[in-house]
């Protein structure tokens, strides 16, 4: 047999193995990448706090919290802060710009405790 018709395949499989296997991301999550430099937002009594992006990597934002929203917030310490808000401002131009991976998805897709 000739050594050309077993490499055929390869390409076949090398497809197959890119496919991803077993990720836990639902079809309902949302999934973008932003720069931006801050995030603020209205806690549920309408304080104003400000969160800087310098060392934030990902935010969660989960929608099917009423009256409000929960935002999650991955660190790249490995730190994870949970907020409920009224609503929230992502700042692209106060200062150093960051890129920040944001997910919007739903209360049964938190993070928590399932922290990398």
Do not use: C
């Amino acid at each position: 047999m000739k050594a050309w018709k077993l490499l055929l395949p390869v390409p076949f499989v090398a497809a197959l193995s890119m496919v991803p296997q077993g990720q836990d991301k639902t079809a309902d999550e949302i999934t973008a990448v932003v720069q931006m430099s801050e995030l603020r937002y209205t806690t549920p009594d309408g304080a104003s706090q400000a969160v800087s992006a310098r060392n934030v990597v990902e935010i969660r934002v989960l929608t099917d919290q009423a009256p409000g929203i929960r935002l999650e917030l991955l660190y790249e310490n490995g730190d994870y802060s949970m907020v409920d808000a009224q609503a929230f401002h992502l700042l692209r131009n106060a200062g150093s710009t960051r890129e920040v991976k944001l997910v919007r998805g739903k209360v049964a897709q938190m993070r928590f405790p399932r922290l990398p």
